[in-house]
């Protein structure tokens, strides 16, 4: 019959696995909130038109210029409008692509650089 000590330090250590997993799921958690308010950030045109407003001016007016052109490519406002709106959405794309790098090399120095969540788990059970 196992005795009383035995059945404590169990039920303590189930408790404190319990607890460990209890953080993680926390942990893990807030980082799935937290690429997905990101995700939703990134994927609406309203941030791009808020960080990139000249761009967005730039190229609306080009719209606007080619589509008062008409479909004729031949017109001259056709073809500054085409050009405007090229310029305006390669410079956005250059500068969105550098936020998007950077933003990556954050979270990977966050993964590579600081605890990443398996960690604890990995740790847990090589002791084991």
Request: glycine share 8%.
């Amino acid at each position: 019959m196992p005795s009383r000590s035995v059945d404590i330090a169990h039920q303590s250590a189930t408790r404190e696995l319990r607890r460990r997993i209890g953080r993680l799921r926390r942990r893990i958690d807030g980082r799935l909130h937290a690429t997905e308010r990101q995700a939703r950030r990134l994927t609406s045109w309203r941030t791009y038109l808020r960080g990139y407003p000249l761009h967005a001016t730039v190229a609306a007016f080009g719209v606007g210029l080619a589509l008062a052109a008409g479909l004729s490519a031949k017109t001259l406002a056709r073809k500054i409008g085409v050009t405007l709106v090229r310029r305006a959405t390669n410079d956005a794309w250059r500068q969105l692509r550098r936020e998007l790098i950077a933003m990556f090399e954050r979270v990977l120095a966050e993964f590579v650089g600081g605890k990443n969540v398996g960690d604890d788990a990995g740790a847990e059970h090589e002791r084991a």
